[in-house]
Nanobody, 121 residues
């Protein structure tokens, strides 16, 4: 069984920074793409950033220049460094990972439980 645990959220003032972390655990062969998503109250979940196993990244236009996704394959972790936070960044942030459970097995997407980020003065 694969488990993702995300952490690092909290309350921060506008202009502040936070670093989210997500750790994958369990038995699996390999983790492919990893990503961060967010869902604000009353809104649909949106993709924030993605990173391939080879460290190619993409960031949503709304966070470009402010957020940076990174990963540590040896530790099975993905991070989201968030700078210059704005009130509209307030949301529950979720990590996801495309996991190959075994050699030649079909990949499957797993999700973290979410961590709340609140940007307010």
């Amino acid at each position: 069984q694969v488990q993702l645990v995300d952490s690092g959220g909290g309350l921060v003032q506008p202009g502040g920074s936070l670093r989210l972390s997500c750790a994958a655990s369990g038995r699996f062969f390999r983790i492919n793409d990893m990503a961060w998503h967010r869902q604000a109250p009353g809104k649909e979940r949106e993709l924030v950033a993605t990173i391939t196993r080879g460290d190619s990244t993409n960031h949503a236009d709304s966070v470009k220049g402010r957020f940076t996704i990174s990963r540590d394959n040896a530790k099975n972790m993905v991070y989201l460094q968030m700078n210059s936070l704005m009130p509209e960044d307030t949301a529950v942030y979720y990590c996801s990972a495309v996991v190959v459970p075994g050699y030649n097995a079909m990949p499957r997407t797993y999700w973290g439980q979410g961590t709340q980020v609140t940007v307010s003065s």
